[in-house]
């Protein structure tokens, strides 16, 4: 049986999707809406999260998964304690929307609630997903400048 699943982050760089999930395929592009991506963890070692946030739009590549692929993903996401999964809705650039699991950061684990900054090597690893899928990048540096302010004012921050 086959799943959609809606990849932000790191997981929209096709060539570590391909590693991890080689049965997977992308099904289409679109966004979640009222969502924002951030930045959260220890300082230069935070990964990617998406939390609710109105007006925000976050651009995702919705992937078709057969269990062995979401079965990687969820090793590779650190489920059920580092991120657990969502059904939402997104809308595709066809006009279609459908209803998709993502992974989303826990608060379970202390050092992994609080804004900060990603490693060079995976904010790469990120920006190479984005722009391989064509997407503009202007909203990363959105969610860097968000960690950034909360670092500096050192504000924490908490889903």
């Known amino acids: 049986m086959k799943r959609l699943y809606i990849a932000y982050g790191s997981n929209l760089n096709l060539q570590q999707m391909e ?35 109105k007006g925000g739009k976050v651009p995702v590549l919705v992937w078709e998964v057969k269990p062995k692929d979401e079965k990687a993903l969820d090793i590779y996401e650190g489920f059920p304690n580092f991120y657990y999964k969502k059904d939402l809705e997104v809308e595709l650039e066809s006009g279609e929307i459908v209803t998709a699991m993502v992974y989303i950061m826990t608060n379970k684990i202390k050092d992994r609630i609080n804004l900060n900054l990603p490693s060079e090597r995976y904010l790469r690893i990120v920006k190479e997903g984005y722009t391989s899928s064509g997407f503009d990048i202007g909203f990363i540096e959105e969610a860097l400048k968000v960690s950034a302010e909360a670092i500096s004012k050192n504000n924490r921050y908490k889903l």
């Open 19 to 53: 590693k991890r999930c080689p049965t997977a395929r992308v099904y289409g592009k679109g966004e979640l809406k009222d969502f924002r991506l951030l930045f959260k963890g220890v300082p230069n070692n935070a990964y990617a999260t998406i939390e609710p946030f």
